[in-house]
């Protein structure tokens, strides 16, 4: 049997599904149990399986994989369990999801599980007192031991810590995303980030009907784009910025992917980042887009530095920069998440031409750094904000400008270079 998984217009699933094709061709990445030949053609990834139940074997296979591959970390806190065929204790790792992946994955089920327990029968309770005296005065180790009340036993726990994400078979529907007829499941805040209220961002949502559904593909699809899309993690990882490209076609989006992660290193997900650096604090959505735009530019640019890429790196700007980009800020209120704001660019392009028309980009890069204004201990970017904003709507500047210098001059500094870029860009602006 054959399964096609096609564009969906979605700009979320779409990357996932490209990400999806790219862990599975790189066997050095993931192997997923289950036979199932994954390839691409005419604009599609291919799966061929002997039968329904292989693939999603194979599926679900691939989702635990990457789970355990990419989105968990161990910390340095431990847990006493029990190992079962040994009848021994042993000190395991405890665990936490990555910061972007729990961010955006943050439903209620969505905990840390220990699995099976086992009775503390008098010889097990010798030994596990024995092991806890072994280790007393360590303080990072958690001996977990569960209380019932009715028998009046203990219970110890015997299988490492794991989260069993609700990722499963469901019933027959019809998919909200790509329409296919298939087992599907509903649409919450464990397989879909954007589960929140839908008014405001029409564009991402258009396809949604009113009762969502979501079929396996899909899903699995959604739980991996973090892996194709840009991201940045800000206010003690309150606040979250996405890029999400957004192509016609799955080959244009296949294509783009492959030239940026060919050229650009991309953090993993365990860091703040996959792109910018830290210690700017771009915590608002206008200079968040910006910096992104502009680091996206500068590796590009260096690229050139091999002068036999340049047409490469050319080739490469103008696929980054072709590109519709949705970028959202979300931040986080216990488990909710919200968006906050959103924007979209379809003219990269006339970014790019600007940084191009300056002479140094870097000492731009400088320059807008700091343009954050010192309050105290605290930094205030509402008018880095506001001047990455004009930018971006190609406005005027002088009046956020001077607004930007006389807050500079109030902390005793400046801003090298501000005035040479505002001279520039009226000129550029025209
Ligand atoms: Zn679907």
């Not at 954007?194 to 009907?209: D, E, I």
């Not at 940026?260 to 996959?274: F, G």
Request: glycine share 6%; hydrophobic share 35%; net charge positive.
């Amino acid at each position: 049997m054959e399964t096609t998984l096609t564009h969906t217009g979605n700009p979320w699933i779409d990357c996932g599904i490209i990400g999806l094709h790219d862990l599975w061709k790189d066997k050095s990445k993931i192997q997923p149990e289950g036979d199932v030949n994954v390839h691409w053609r005419n604009d599609q990834v291919v799966l061929e399986a002997a039968n329904p139940e292989e693939l999603n074997h194979f599926l679900e296979s691939t989702f635990e994989e990457i789970k355990s591959t990419f989105y968990i970390e161990r910390t340095r806190n431990t847990v006493c369990i029990l190992d079962r065929k040994k009848r021994q204790f042993k000190v395991v790792p405890k665990i936490n999801l990555v910061s972007v992946v729990g961010f955006l994955f943050s439903g209620g089920d969505l905990k840390v599980k220990y699995g099976a327990k086992e009775p503390l029968e008098t010889g097990l309770m010798k030994k596990y007192e024995e092991f806890r005296r072994l280790y007393k005065g360590r303080r990072n180790i958690d001996f977990k031991v569960k209380k019932d009340e009715k028998n009046k036993k203990e219970y110890v726990y015997a299988s490492e810590p794991r989260y069993n994400w609700p990722f499963k078979i469901g019933k027959e529907g019809v998919c909200s995303f790509c329409g296919r007829r298939a087992p599907c499941v509903d649409i919450d805040s464990n397989n879909y980030p954007f589960a929140v209220g839908t008014n405001n961002f029409q564009n991402f949502f258009s396809n949604l009907s009113l009762s969502p559904k979501m079929c396996l593909f899909c899903e699995l699809a959604s739980l991996v784009a973090i892996n194709r899309i840009i991201f940045n993690l800000t206010e003690r990882r309150r606040r979250l910025f996405l890029a999400i490209p957004q192509a016609y076609s799955l080959g244009e989006l296949y294509d783009f992917w492959h030239l940026i992660t060919s050229n650009i290193v991309l953090k993993p997900l365990n860091q703040d980042s996959n792109l910018l650096s830290g210690g700017y604090r771009y915590r608002r959505l206008s200079e968040s887009v910006l910096a992104t735009c502009l680091e996206l530019y500068l590796q590009l640019e260096r690229i050139k530095e091999d002068a036999k890429r340049i047409a490469e790196a050319d080739k490469l700007k103008d696929k980054v920069s072709s590109k519709s980009w949705h970028f959202f800020m979300v931040s986080k209120t216990g488990q909710v998440l919200s968006f906050d704001s959103y924007t979209y660019l379809t003219d990269l392009h006339r970014i790019f031409k600007l940084f191009a028309s300056l002479g140094n980009p870097h000492t731009f890069k400088e320059m807008f750094q700091h343009l954050a204004i010192q309050h105290g201990r605290e930094w205030r970017n509402e008018l880095r904000d506001q001047f990455a904003q004009r930018i971006l709507r190609s406005a005027g500047l002088n009046n956020v400008a001077e607004r930007i210098m006389w807050g500079k001059s109030r902390e005793g500094s400046y801003v090298a270079g501000l005035a040479d870029f505002i001279e520039h860009y009226n000129i550029w602006r025209g």
